[in-house]
């Protein structure tokens, strides 16, 4: 039985997005992207750490040529003109001319996913792709183009399926809603 309600860390969450959801979602996408790059030899960029379920339920669903390499935001941040900087760390493969697409958990104010897809520009790339789970559009202030999205969700937070809350409960296999 899969439990209404569960406690991560210090906060209840409440059941919202249940495995088979998950899964038809995700076998949509791999679907888009199957029609979209099986001939293109595409590399496959999930964004550490939330996104490493969705990847990985998503890329054994590929049955072409295709690659996949891990990327990370550094932790550590400096200031510069624009705020917050950050570095990403983890791109030791050639990407000029590939056409990448980068896989992410969830995009919220899309500043994480704006910050990427800038330094991608730089390793000059054919084309760039975004294939996100979830996205809070309410919450989303930068233009970042989503080119495949499993579900748009309210401004609500939302743990398990590689989402954390404090780092716990990426485990989970179903998505809980925090209740207030
Ligand atoms: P951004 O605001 O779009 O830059 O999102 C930054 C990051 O915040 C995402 O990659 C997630 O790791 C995290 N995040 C945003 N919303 C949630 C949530 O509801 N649950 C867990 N993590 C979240």
Do not use: W
């Amino acid at each position: 039985m899969v439990p209404q309600i569960v406690r991560v860390d210090d906060r209840q969450f409440r059941l919202y997005i249940g495995q088979a959801k998950i899964e038809q979602e995700v076998t949509r996408i791999a679907g888009e992207l199957e029609r979209d790059f099986s001939a293109k030899d595409p590399i496959f960029m999930p964004i550490l750490n939330g996104a490493f379920m969705f990847a990985s339920d998503l890329f054994r669903k590929f049955d072409f040529p295709c690659q996949i390499t891990f990327l990370k935001l550094a932790s550590y941040s400096g200031t510069g003109s624009t705020g917050t900087v950050k570095q990403l760390i983890g791109i030791n493969r050639e990407l000029k001319d590939r056409v990448v697409v980068v896989l992410e958990d969830i995009v919220d104010t899309g500043i994480t996913l704006e910050t990427i897809l800038r330094q991608l520009s730089g390793f000059q790339p054919a084309e760039v792709r975004v294939a996100t789970f979830l996205h809070k559009p309410d919450c989303t202030i930068r233009e970042v183009r989503l080119d495949y999205v499993g579900m748009e969700i309210p401004n609500d937070f939302v743990v398990g399926y590689g989402l954390d809350y404090n780092e716990y409960g990426r485990n989970l296999r179903e998505i809980y809603q925090v209740v207030e």
